[in-house]
Each structure stands twice: as structure tokens, then as C-alpha cells.
Nanobody, 122 residues
Framework: QVQLIESGGRLVLPGGSLRLSCAASGGTFSDLAMGWFRQAPGRGREFIAT????????YYADSAKGRFTISRDNTKNTVYLQMNSLKPEDTAVYYC???????????????WGTGTLVTVSL
């Protein structure tokens, strides 16, 4: 069973940057396409970014394009989300997820972390 653990969430000022990490264990990391999703209070889970098994293809939500970058290091079993130019509306719990195929849908992911809170505020 794959386990995913996110880290890096914290309070950050608007315009600031943050890098989230997600460490995987219990499986073969390169068997998984990985993604980042987020959920703000009172809202559904929202797709942010996804990356294929070897980091060759990435896809982003419109809200993330130009500001966020997803990457992975298969030697460290870790996927990252670099977030720049953060806005208050980016405040949410951020989840990493993994699945067998590249997808932007939460329903297509098989494994989930427990989330890390990002708060963008003065």
C-alpha cells in the first residue's frame, strides 16, 4: 500500500513563495503518475497540477499556470509543488495523490496524502 506524506505548508504573505513536498513509500514510485489538488473551506477538491511517471509531461489548472511548477525526483520518491506569487485565494489544504495514469480528476487517483495547510495572508 502506497503512503503519501505532504510537508511544507505554512503561513505565507501574499506574493510569497512556497515549496510543498510529498514523500511516497510502500510502492514503486515510478509506477505512479502524481498530482496536487487543493481544497479550500466550503469548496470541493480542486485539481492543481499533475506529472507523468518520469516527469516528461505536466499539466496545470488555469489557476496554477505561470505560477506553480510540479516536479518529481524518482530517486527520492518525492514530488514537489513550487508555488510563486501566492494569493489569498490560494489558501487551502493541499493534497498530493498518485495513480496509474495521468489524470486531472480526483476520482482517477488511487492514493492520497492527508494534506498540508497553506495559508496566504497578511
Amino acid at each position: 500500500q502506497v503512503q503519501l506524506i505532504e510537508s511544507g505548508g505554512r503561513l505565507v504573505l501574499p506574493g510569497g513563495s512556497l515549496r510543498l513536498s510529498c514523500a511516497a513509500s510502500g510502492g514503486t514510485f515510478s509506477d505512479l503518475a502524481m498530482g496536487w489538488f487543493r481544497q479550500a473551506p466550503g469548496r470541493g477538491r480542486e485539481f492543481i497540477a499533475t506529472i507523468d511517471h518520469y516527469g516528461r509531461r505536466t499539466y496545470y489548472a488555469d489557476s496554477a499556470k505561470g505560477r506553480f511548477t510540479i516536479s518529481r525526483d524518482n530517486t527520492k520518491n518525492t514530488v514537489y509543488l513550487q508555488m510563486n506569487s501566492l494569493k489569498p485565494e490560494d489558501t487551502a489544504v493541499y493534497y498530493c495523490a498518485g495513480g496509474g495514469v495521468v489524470t486531472t480528476s480526483p476520482d482517477g487517483m488511487d492514493f492520497w496524502g492527508t494534506g498540508t495547510l497553506v495559508t496566504v495572508s497578511l
